[in-house]
């Protein structure tokens, strides 16, 4: 027991009753250890959350840690990504983080992950008991937030099911302001549910920026958009293709004479430069003044700049959470905090509450089946339910489409699945998720809907995912 | 506690259950939502849908017009629509993928339509946004131009504009810009 010391806070927290603690806490000695053997957590992203939520973590008692990132070190990340060093720029940050942690925090096992969330299979993030999110995107949380209610399951009184559960702590920040939240699906709202809270994104016409800029920031958008299409007629804009870039370089020469030769290792620098020397002209033609650097890479990459505290604050709070989640030591954040550090300081907790007809996170309703019906009798079956009453009904599957009501050429193309069994175009599992479109009446008026439906086939059960196996 | 322990017996029942399951391809809630926009198009006479990647790639596809009046008669132009996962918080991009002389469309195919840029509301749906492509084509509009000669023309000289228009479509040159034929 070397490290007692460390431990003496989060010993005292694990082992003594209290008031305020959730339901179901038994303080023992023995939870921390628990904490230690039996939870397995995964932390998305290692950039500026992600390396202080990593620290955290550790700290707080887990050893049993994942880390998936698919960037790596640029310069710009050292200043608040405080895991990584200068000589670290060029490295994956997921391999360069769990390294450090694993250096400064003894006891601590982290697998780094170098690659796009969307490279691991659904059994990669089945093993874990939490997820904790230090994401920048709506895109990427929106996927971990599908990925991780794929798991749920309900009852047949629609009630979730205690251990399907897949909890999440998400963390995000924009410059001195921040969020976190706790995302128990089928228990909160998932991000699906809340998805209409994230402000429209701000798009400027595109024929204000051909043709009457008055912000610096059309200017840059007019660069980007049009201007690099004009020149590199069909190419991508990629940051990351080489020969793309000795091209923007070459390019940067001809239009700025004098951009600082150091910019050469900075290739997305280069890039955003490329684009502000296009807007620099524009401006000057328009005279519109303020069209910097700093703001070529906000307007072009939506970059706002990132503060450390608000980072460290923000996954302190969510690494809080996760621990409360796995002791139930607290009570559980409910559900959704957020911070604004930018005068003075403020925090408001709101309770959302969920979308019980979430298509991500929603029970959907229940249909058993049996494994001889074909999909055209199953779309009848839909539209006598008395809960679905849906007519002119097309199927969907997990990305497969089965039916399609229109247009003609899908028609004709998915015309041929109508006399299948459902359970074959299911690929046989015996029990899934099914999403149906159609129209339904409501208070006398035809509205089209969006339902998530739950098959299960009669007397099929656990065979079919041997039989899957083995026919794989 | 509680919690702790169904976590130990997970552990048991992921050890049971280990033999491989199939990975499922998730369905973004995008992906859903397109699906009911286009099951339920309703598109003009004029206008035709193609999915080249196949029925199950639902989030790439493309839309062609063929105006059946004003100054585009005739001619057949072809649009990409590219969709995002979290569509419908974000509009679908698209790009007009015929060499086109009009003031609301430049020529490597960016669209001046408010509806996919500054007016997009997730209400919105693909139907919406295929309307008002055909709008452009039977009201072009020179007062938000983003081919300013053409705008310029049919402001001025909208007899000029006619033929240009004619000459563009049916293969030729307009000033220095050669098009490709694209009259079905």
């Known amino acids: ?472 | 506690m509680i919690r702790l322990f169904k976590v130990k017996e997970k552990q048991r029942e992921i050890a049971e259950n280990a033999n491989g399951r199939a990975p499922v391809k998730k369905q973004s809630a995008g992906e859903l939502r397109l699906h009911k926009d286009i099951s339920e198009l309703n598109l003009p006479k004029t206008t035709t849908i193609a999915f080249p990647n196949g029925k199950d790639d639902l989030m790439n596809f493309e839309v062609t017009i063929r105006p059946d009046e004003g100054y585009y008669r005739g001619g057949m132009f072809v649009f990409t629509f590219q969709v995002s996962p979290v569509y419908p918080h974000e509009a679908p991009k698209v790009k007009c993928k015929t060499k086109v002389y009009h003031p609301n469309i430049d020529l490597e195919g960016s669209v001046c339509l408010n509806i996919l840029r500054e007016d997009w509301k997730p209400v919105l749906n693909i139907n919406t946004i295929v309307y008002g492509l055909h709008h452009l084509f039977t009201e072009p509009n020179y007062e938000d131009p983003l081919n300013h000669e053409a705008a310029a023309v049919l402001r001025d000289n909208p007899k000029m504009f006619e033929s240009n228009v004619r000459r563009a479509m049916s293969g030729g040159y307009v000033g220095q810009t050669h098009f490709t034929r694209c009259t079905c």
Request: proline share 5%; charged share 25%; hydrophobic share 40%.
């Open chain 1, 1 to 472: 027991m070397t490290n007692t010391g460390k431990w003496r806070d989060l010993d005292k927290l694990l082992s003594r009753p209290g008031n305020l603690v959730n339901p179901g806490f038994e303080p023992s000695p023995e939870l921390k250890d628990d904490l230690g053997e039996y939870t397995k957590v995964l932390v998305v992203g290692a950039g500026g959350l992600g390396c202080e939520l990593l620290k955290d973590l550790a700290l707080s008692g887990f050893t049993n840690l994942h880390v998936i990132d698919m960037d790596t070190i640029e310069v710009t990340n050292l200043n608040r990504q405080f895991l990584f060093r200068l000589q670290d720029v060029g490295k994956p940050k997921a391999e360069v983080a769990a390294k450090r942690v694993m250096e400064r925090v003894s006891g601590v096992n982290i697998v780094p992950h170098f690659c796009r969330i969307e490279d691991k299979d659904l059994d990669f993030y089945r093993e874990f008991n939490i997820i904790a999110l230090g994401l920048d995107s709506i895109e990427a949380r929106s996927y971990i937030n599908s990925v991780a209610c794929s798991f749920l399951e309900y009852d047949s009184d629609d009630k979730p099911s205690e251990e399907t559960i897949k909890p999440m702590v998400d963390g995000g920040t924009e410059g001195f302001k921040g969020h976190a939240r706790v995302i128990l699906p089928g228990v909160t709202p998932c991000f699906e549910c809340t998805i209409w809270l994230f402000p429209p994104q701000v798009k400027f016409p595109l024929c204000t920026l051909a043709e009457t800029p008055r912000t610096a920031a059309h200017c840059i958008e007019y660069a980007h958009l049009i201007k690099w299409d004009e020149v590199h007629s069909g190419k991508a804009f990629d940051a990351d293709d080489p020969e793309h870039m000795q091209w923007i370089y070459s390019e940067v020469r001809n239009w700025h004479s004098s951009v600082n030769m150091i910019l050469i290792v900075l290739l997305f620098i280069l890039l955003t430069l490329a684009i502000l020397s296009q807007a620099l002209k524009r401006a000057e033609l328009f005279g519109i003044p303020g069209v910097t650097y700093s703001l070529t890479q906000g307007v072009v990459k939506n970059i706002i700049p990132a503060i450390a505290s608000t980072n460290a604050i923000i996954s302190a709070a969510c690494a809080l959470e996760a621990l409360k989640i796995v002791t139930a030591c607290s009570r559980i954040m409910s559900n959704y905090l957020t911070y604004n550090g930018l005068e003075g300081l403020h925090t408001k907790m709101t309770e959302f509450v969920r979308d019980k007809d979430c298509l991500v996170c929603g029970p959907g309703i229940l249909l058993e089946l049996e494994t001889s019906i074909t999909l055209q009798k199953f779309m009848e079956l839909v539209g006598e339910h008395p809960k679905l009453l849906l007519s002119k009904p097309s199927v969907t599957y997990q990305g497969k489409t089965l039916y399609m009501q229109a247009p003609p050429v899908l028609e004709e193309m998915t015309r041929s699945n109508l006399k299948l069994p459902l359970f074959d175009l299911m690929d046989k599992m015996s029990k899934d998720v099914i999403h149906v479109t159609g129209m339904t009446n409501k208070d006398d008026k035809k509205t089209s809907c969006l339902r998530k439906l739950r098959i299960v086939f009669k007397g099929v059960d656990g065979i079919t995912d041997v039989d899957m196996a083995s026919g794989a």
